[in-house]
């Protein structure tokens, strides 16, 4: 198994930022993809950004220029800078990374709240 750990939500004004961080931990396990995924209230989830050990990134077209995400492989964790925040932004963030235990999966984090005031 593999858990993920979040930290860094909170309430931030319009145009601010905020820095997200994810540790993920366990025994015989081999992370590959890690990422943000984000959540608004009746809306699905959605990928924020995802990047690979590589360092390879993806990001969702409504955060490109705002945020950056970034990882230290040798801790496991992923970052998640956000700069110029917009009250569309406003949602439960949640860490995710598929990884290599017995099997290749998924994980998913228990989320934070990212909430964006104008």
């Known amino acids: 198994q593999v858990q993920l750990v979040e930290f860094g939500g909170g309430l931030v004004q319009a145009g601010g930022s905020l820095r997200l961080s994810c540790a993920a931990s366990?025994?015989?396990?081999?992370?590959?993809?890690m990422g943000w995924y984000r959540q608004a209230p009746g809306n699905q989830r959605e990928l924020v950004a995802d990047i690979t050990t590589r360092g390879n990134t993806n990001y969702a077209d409504s955060v490109k220029g705002r945020f950056t995400i970034s990882r230290n492989n040798n801790k496991n964790t992923v970052y998640l800078q956000m700069n110029s925040l917009e009250r569309e932004d406003t949602a439960v963030y949640y860490c995710?990374?598929?990884?290599?235990?017995?099997?290749?999966?998924?994980?998913w984090g228990q989320g934070t709240q990212v909430t964006v005031s104008s």
């Open positions: 995710h990374c598929f990884a290599f235990v017995v099997t290749h999966r998924d994980y």
């Open positions: 366990g025994r015989d396990f081999r992370v590959l993809t």
